[in-house]
């Protein structure tokens, strides 16, 4: 069984013990949070907006992959270079 979940705008489709890596959550380390499901997918079965949800347990809080910024406007001997790393949330999903 699957299930399709919105999370911070962005949506992941998750099985049971699947672990990924979501938008920064306020949720400390080790605690277990609720998430609504927005479909569930059971072989050939799919029900739109059914009334559970999931339950998935907080692992860690990382930072993503560097992104480098680089602003340059020639022949004006301006240019910037910029790193960003976005905070992310390690879950791992307990039960559908």
């Known amino acids: 069984m699957q299930a399709l979940i919105k999370i911070s705008d962005k949506q992941y489709l998750v099985k049971q013990g699947d672990t990924l890596f979501v938008p920064r959550q306020k949720s400390a380390v080790g605690e277990t949070m609720a998430i609504k499901?927005?479909?569930?997918?059971d072989g050939e079965n799919t029900v739109l907006?059914?009334?559970?949800?999931?339950?998935?347990?907080?692992?860690g809080h990382v930072k993503d992959e560097k992104v480098i910024v680089f602003?340059?406007?020639?022949?004006k001997r301006y240019q910037s270079r910029?790193?960003?790393r976005q905070q992310m949330t390690q879950i791992e999903v307990l039960s559908l």
């Open 37 to 41: 499901t927005m479909a569930q997918i």
């Open 71 to 75: 602003k340059k406007k020639r022949r």
């Open 49 to 59: 907006n059914p009334a559970g949800s999931i339950q998935a347990r907080i692992l």
């Open 82 to 84: 910029n790193g960003h």
